[in-house]
Nanobody, 123 residues
Framework: VQLQASGGGLVQPGGSLRLSCAAS????????IGWFRQAPGKEREGVSC????????IYSNSVKGRFTASRDYAKNMVYLQMNSLKPEDTAVYYC?????????????????WGQGTQVTVSS
């Protein structure tokens, strides 16, 4: 079982990035899917979460309207499209999946994690 995140990099404020997360060894269908980020010296923060039972995507207030999470079950991939990036979005971004997730923002509820990809927003 593996999640492989990619797509991070250096981008100027106002720019865009698309993060990808490839799942292998299992199928994403049926899992809650979350994106988290962690900036230096800060706790891991939930960015978005897809809950199967509700079939909705939840976004943190800090990214709502700028970030869009999606998934492609046929390719076993998840994505995070990030637009209008700000310096405060700088962090390592992680994808995560879990079967028993009831509260999106709690990292311990997720079963599998990607290795993280660095996003740096700077001029």
């Amino acid at each position: 079982v593996q999640l492989q995140a990619s797509g991070g990099g250096l981008v100027q404020p106002g720019g865009s990035l698309r993060l990808s997360c490839a799942a292998s060894g299992f199928t994403l269908d049926g899992y809650a899917i979350g994106w988290f980020r962690q900036a230096p010296g800060k706790e891991r923060e939930g960015v978005s979460c897809w809950l199967n039972k509700d079939e909705i995507t939840i976004y943190s207030n800090s990214v709502k309207g700028r970030f869009t999470a999606s998934r492609d079950y046929a390719k076993n991939m998840v994505y995070l499209q990030m637009n209008s990036l700000k310096p405060e979005d700088t962090a390592v971004y992680y994808c995560a999946v879990g079967l028993g997730v009831s509260i999106c923002a709690l990292p311990y509820q997720y079963d599998y994690w990607g290795q993280g990809t660095q996003v740096t927003v700077s001029s």
